[in-house]
């Protein structure tokens, strides 16, 4: 049974979480924004929930999840709450937190969308995400009885303006510049921004960092915050490691996944090393060092990002 906290948790250190989603082996994209939650929270005594976010059942798979609890374990990265340890706002995973979401759709203003993917395809889109910008079509219309629908909310109008920790000021009109977006989908499926939302309420989290790719969903999920009365967390949105292009590094630029680092016998502490090199963290010369070592004096400000280049993963390999 999920509830909502009973707020009777008492602690000095600010609550952090990460949140991958087992959709896929972790790359070292996700172990540097792993480190780097780890290592803010540590670094002021702070709590570290891990949540499985495999809310999207149709891609989420039980193996890529305990290669998830290895490969992080592996790295030096440990959590005080998780699906494997459990924790008192538990459960941890997001396919186990469906009458969560259940219950704040319920609370919103949403209404049944039967638009074709091929009017979607149709529609404007925003930003890098190419997620598009939806301007209504289905307000005010009813579904067909058993006909398949997304469910969107009607998003109420306004600006949303946050300081990020590592990007300054962000503001966005959500209604214009996204539209009313999905908050389950027809298939059944949560979507991420409710998901989110509902479980780092639900969880007390106070503070989020996050690969920058997510920073278009956080003006989003701030409206469905207030929307439901739960308060807003700090966000930290840190760079991703890109690839030669210029693009978010993939496979095909040679990246190797953990998992293969691991089972090829690497040592973590130069997996760790290379991260934290590209980060300024440590000179880019040192040849080992372990995630431990780099709590004491970690300031998210002081990041300096120097770029990670092929040659340097290859060494890895
Ligand atoms: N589950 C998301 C991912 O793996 C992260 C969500 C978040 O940090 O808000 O990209």
Redesign the pocket.
């Known amino acids: 049974m999920c509830s909502w906290p009973k707020g009777q948790v008492v602690q000095a250190g600010p609550r952090g979480?990460?949140?991958?989603?087992p959709?896929g082996r972790l790359h070292l994209g996700?172990a540097r924004t792993a480190l780097l939650t780890w290592l803010d929270l540590r670094s002021r005594g702070g709590r570290v929930v891990l949540r499985i976010?495999d809310n999207d059942f149709t891609r989420s798979r039980a193996e890529l999840e305990q290669r998830i609890y290895r490969d992080l374990a592996w790295l030096g990265i440990d959590w005080d709450e998780g699906p494997d340890v459990g924790g008192a706002f538990g459960p941890y995973r997001q396919s186990e937190r469906g009458e969560l979401y259940a219950a704040a759709l319920a609370r919103l203003d949403s209404y049944a969308c039967t638009c074709s993917r091929a009017q979607l395809r149709a529609l404007p889109t925003m930003g890098a995400t190419g997620e598009v910008v939806y301007p209504g079509t289905c307000r005010g219309r009813a579904a067909a009885p058993g006909q398949a629908a997304a469910i969107r909310w009607r998003v109420p109008p306004g600006e949303v303006a946050f300081v990020d920790r590592v990007l300054g000021p962000v503001r966005q009109r959500v209604a214009e510049e996204v539209g009313d977006f999905v908050l389950r989908r027809a298939d059944g499926v949560w979507a991420?921004q409710l998901a989110?939302v509902v479980d780092?309420g639900a969880m007390q989290i106070d503070e989020?960092l996050?690969?920058a790719?997510?920073l278009d969903?956080t003006p989003r999920?701030i409206l469905l915050q207030r929307a439901l009365g739960l308060p807003t967390p700090t966000y930290a949105h840190v760079p991703l490691i890109l690839g030669p292009g210029g693009a978010k590094l993939s496979k095909r630029d040679g990246a190797p996944d953990l998992s293969a680092l691991r089972e090829a016998g690497v040592a973590p502490e130069r997996v760790i090393a290379v991260l934290a090199g590209s980060l300024g963290l440590v000179g880019p010369e040192l040849r080992a060092v372990a995630a431990r070592e780099l709590v004491a004096g970690f300031a998210l400000g002081a990041l300096r990002e120097r770029p990670l280049t092929l040659e340097t993963l290859t060494l890895l390999r």
Not at 17 to 21: G, L
């Open positions: 979480r990460h949140a991958p989603s959709t996700n976010e991420y989110v780092d989020v996050r690969g790719d997510l969903s999920q």
